[in-house]
C-alpha cells in the first residue's frame, strides 16, 4: 500500500513555507499582545506609541496610519484610546485648520518605554531558543521575502487584491 502524499508534496514547499510563516506570525503577535495585555498594552497600542516616539516630530493621523500600517479608521480608534488615557495629545496644525497633529504626553512617553521593556521580554521568550548566527539568518531571510514582495507590488504599481 502506497503511503499518503505529504504536504509539502501535495502543495509544494512555498505553499507550506509562507502558510507556515503565516501561522507563526500569528501566534507570536498573539503571544505577545497576551503578554503586553497582562500590563495594560497591546500590540496596537505599542506601535502606535512606538511610532510617535520614534518621529521626533508631531504626525499628521494619515501619516501615522501609514507608517503603522493600518486602516486609518483603525488608526483613528487607536489613537482615541490613547488620547482617553492620556497618553497622546491632538494640537491643531499651525498652517493646516483640517487637520490635527498627534504627539506623545509625558505618560505617553513612560507608558511607551514601560510597553517595549514588555514587548522585548516577550521576545527573547519566542526567540530564546535561536542562536545568534539563527537570528541574523531568519532577519536575513525575512528581509529578502520582504523585498521580494515590495518589488512585485511596485512593479505592480502598489495595487493589492
Do not use: K, W
Not at 487637520?99 to 519566542?126: P, S
Not at 526567540?127 to 523585498?147: N, P, V, W, Y
Amino acid at each position: 500500500m502506497a503511503e499518503e502524499p505529504t504536504a509539502r508534496q501535495r502543495f509544494g514547499s512555498s505553499d507550506v513555507l509562507i502558510d507556515e510563516l503565516f501561522a507563526t506570525t500569528q501566534r507570536l503577535r498573539t503571544f505577545v499582545d497576551g503578554r503586553l495585555r497582562e500590563h495594560g498594552a497591546s500590540v496596537a497600542r505599542l506601535r502606535t506609541l512606538r511610532v510617535l516616539a520614534l518621529a521626533g516630530e508631531p504626525l499628521r493621523m494619515r501619516d501615522l496610519a501609514e507608517y503603522v500600517g493600518n486602516a486609518a479608521r483603525t488608526t483613528t480608534t487607536i489613537v482615541d484610546s490613547l488620547e482617553r488615557d492620556g497618553l497622546v495629545e491632538r494640537v491643531r496644525h499651525p498652517t493646516d485648520r483640517r487637520a490635527f497633529l498627534l504627539t506623545l504626553t509625558a505618560e505617553g512617553a513612560r507608558c511607551h518605554r514601560e510597553a517595549e521593556e514588555y514587548d522585548r521580554a516577550a521576545l527573547a521568550v519566542a526567540t530564546g531558543t535561536l542562536s545568534d548566527t539563527e537570528r541574523e539568518q531568519l532577519r536575513t531571510l525575512l528581509g529578502r521575502i520582504r523585498a521580494a514582495v515590495d518589488v512585485d507590488a511596485d512593479s505592480a504599481g502598489g495595487e493589492e487584491d
